[in-house]
């Protein structure tokens, strides 16, 4: 049987960093990529965490709430869907989860439909 390709080129394993010079070329490409890429006197932006997923003590609790709602909402359906994978004593207990989540998510949307809204 005749192969349609040649097999792969042998490649060398060593590492590209194992010797001096390579360590110098790859210090010298940082500062080149560096100078073009953060130009003198310009300083990053400070890192501020998404509130999506850091619950900081300014995150409101509208924001909150909705967010709660949301995930109780995608854990139910997670729960639903995997409930028809498994056998059926299992079953019953992820419906019994899915149920669980479910009033959960209820209650949430009960306090965001109760919450006044600042003006």
């Not at 500062?31 to 890429?37: E, G, M, P, S, V």
């Not at 056998?87 to 479910?102: C, H, N, V």
């Amino acid at each position: 049987m005749i192969k349609p390709t040649p097999n792969p080129p042998e490649t060398d394993p060593t590492s590209p960093y194992e010797s001096l010079d390579s360590k110098k070329l790859h210090q010298a490409a940082d500062r080149a990529l560096d100078h073009y890429l953060c130009p003198p006197g310009s300083t990053p932006s400070p890192f501020s965490p998404r509130a999506m997923y850091a619950v900081t003590a300014d995150t409101k609790n509208e924001d909150l709430l909705a967010n709660a709602c949301e995930t109780l909402a995608s854990a139910k359906t997670i729960a639903q869907e995997f409930a028809g994978l498994v056998k059926p004593s299992q079953r019953r207990t992820l419906m019994g989860i899915a149920q669980l989540i479910m009033l959960g998510e209820l209650a949430v949307n009960r306090v965001l439909d109760n919450l006044e809204l600042p003006r």
